[in-house]
């Protein structure tokens, strides 16, 4: 294949949607493939978020309230949720269990390293936001703690 050939189909697939092309001729083979990127204008285009009208204001206020006062415990990297540190084993925390800081909540399996999540505070665990076995992104928040006064 000759490298005018090349250019010509570069700039053909420029001009088109397709973002992967595979070409095999005379016991050669090609493969071209580019990264489809957003115009400006689609990068910036909002997203249109589905509208909260189905509770009234007062109860999305009163849920904002309470949110603020909970602890978020963030997962610190990406890997697997595991409420236990076995399968046979009970979870280390439930829903509405006391904990204190430092304890171990759960553990985020990374490239088979078993890593414990701790409490970054005293108080109680108000809400398990992940499920067991589900994989977990940085950040992504774990669980939800009312702190104790």
Same mark, same amino acid.
């Given at each position: 294949?000759?490298?005018?050939? %090349?250019?010509?189909? %570069?700039?053909?697939?420029? $001009?088109?949607?397709?973002? $992967?092309?595979?070409? +095999?001729?005379?016991?050669? @083979?090609? #493969?071209?493939?580019?990264? #489809? ?12 978020? &589905?509208?909260?009208?189905? @509770? &009234? ?11 603020? #006062? ?6 610190? %990297? ?15 925390? +439930?829903? !509405?269990?006391?904990? #204190? ?5 759960? /553990? ?8 414990? /999540? +701790? ?8 809400? %398990? ?9 940085? !950040? ?10």
């Amino acid at each position: 294949m000759e490298l005018d050939e %090349i250019k010509k189909l %570069i700039e053909l697939l420029k $001009e088109t949607d397709i973002t $992967e092309l595979q070409l +095999e001729r005379e016991g050669s @083979k090609l #493969k071209i493939k580019r990264e #489809k990127f957003l115009s400006s204008f689609e990068a910036f285009q909002p997203v249109k978020q &589905p509208a909260a009208a189905s @509770k &009234p204001v007062e109860e999305r206020a009163e849920a904002a309230v309470e949110e603020k #006062k909970l602890v978020t415990i963030p997962s610190p %990297i990406v890997g697997i949720f595991h409420r236990a540190p076995s399968p046979e084993a009970p979870p280390f925390v +439930e829903a !509405g269990s006391a904990v #204190k800081k430092g304890q171990v909540l759960c /553990i985020v399996e990374a490239m088979k390293l078993m890593n414990e /999540i +701790e409490s970054d505070t005293d108080g109680v665990i108000s809400k %398990i936001l992940v499920e067991n076995g589900q994989p977990v992104e940085y !950040g992504e928040p774990l669980f939800l703690i009312e702190p104790a006064l």
